[in-house]
């Protein structure tokens, strides 16, 4: 983790800032002499959405995707976890998905994936107050897709691999990970980061557990969103982000049922732990 986050710096520092009418030279496909060779050897971060995606494509669970596909690295410098794909164990470290005709999860790859060989920088997850994100190029030797003959913008790049969708899905889970919660140091507790994981990974777990434990008669959700986060997996999402919002931060995202709060009121006051104004 510590050679990522030298990246991270390196990038910030030194990398040329690219726009989204910036222009480039790249195409990749079987007639390029190192076709598949980047996809080896190489970290991929996953977000909540490519796990949807590849848990549609391969038709498993959320959990067998977790456990099969992935590790979740640690690291004390981590505020949260975090979800990579795992590499094969042989030579070449080869993504699971990969053999010599290209790519078995071609229309649900991740998202690391579709963007390269572009990257996208948030100089915010160092500092709230930086400047907006910006594009670079990752310009390796292996690859000999520069060499082609196909000069396209970073806007044409975006589109043309639909970017564009799982940019809309990862704001969600992006601004989340940049609450002030965590840009100031906060720390997670054991059992939340438990929740963090089920809630933004493992969705049929997540389901499972709402709608198999008393959640509905603690929380307020109406008939409508119930039925889309039993069958949605985006909608659950969502749903999930906003719970932690709500466990974590204290934010309003959700809404206690009116006789749950009544009750842990009156517990609170029964232990002196709110008083009235009149004692006060």
């Known amino acids: 983790m510590k050679e990522i986050e030298k990246l991270k710096k390196t990038i910030l520092e030194e990398y040329p800032r690219l726009s989204e009418n910036s222009k480039f030279c ?25 796990i949807i995606r590849l848990r549609t494509n391969l038709g498993v669970t959320t959990e067998e995707v977790l456990s099969k596909y992935t590790i979740s690295p640690f690291d004390q ?30 229309e649900d790859r991740p998202w690391a994936c579709r963007m390269y060989p572009l990257g996208m ?3 915010k997850e160092a500092d709230k107050d930086k400047e907006e994100e910006f594009f670079f ?22 589109e043309d691999q639909g970017i564009n969708k799982y940019n809309e899905m ?10 002030d919660f965590f840009l100031k140091g906060g720390n997670l507790a054991p059992e939340k980061i438990e929740m963090f994981f089920m809630a933004c990974y493992n969705l049929d ?9 008393s959640f509905f008669k603690k929380i307020e959700v109406d ?37 749950v709060a009544a009750s842990k009121e009156k517990e609170l006051r029964a232990n002196g732990k709110i008083k009235d104004p009149i004692e006060e």
């Open 170 to 179: 990862g704001e969600y889970f992006k601004e989340f990970t940049l609450h």
């Open 205 to 213: 777990t997540f389901r499972k557990f709402i709608f198999g434990s």
């Open 121 to 123: 920088a948030s100089p």
């Open 77 to 106: 410098n981590l505020k949260y976890p975090v979800v990579m794909l795992k590499m094969e164990d042989n030579e070449k470290k080869s993504c699971p998905f990969v053999s010599e005709k290209g790519c078995g999860v071609y």
């Open 26 to 50: 790249f195409k990749c496909h079987p007639g390029v002499s190192c076709f598949n060779d980047c996809c080896g050897d190489v970290n991929i971060f996953l977000t909540p959405y490519d």
């Open 137 to 158: 190029l990752l310009k390796e030797d292996v690859c000999k897709g520069f060499n082609e003959n196909r000069e396209l913008t970073v806007s044409d790049w975006l």
């Open 223 to 259: 008939d409508e969103t119930k039925a889309k986060i039993k069958e949605d997996d985006v909608t659950l999402m969502k749903f999930g982000l906003d719970w932690l919002r709500f466990a974590i931060f204290g934010e309003n995202t959700m809404k206690i049922n009116v006789d």
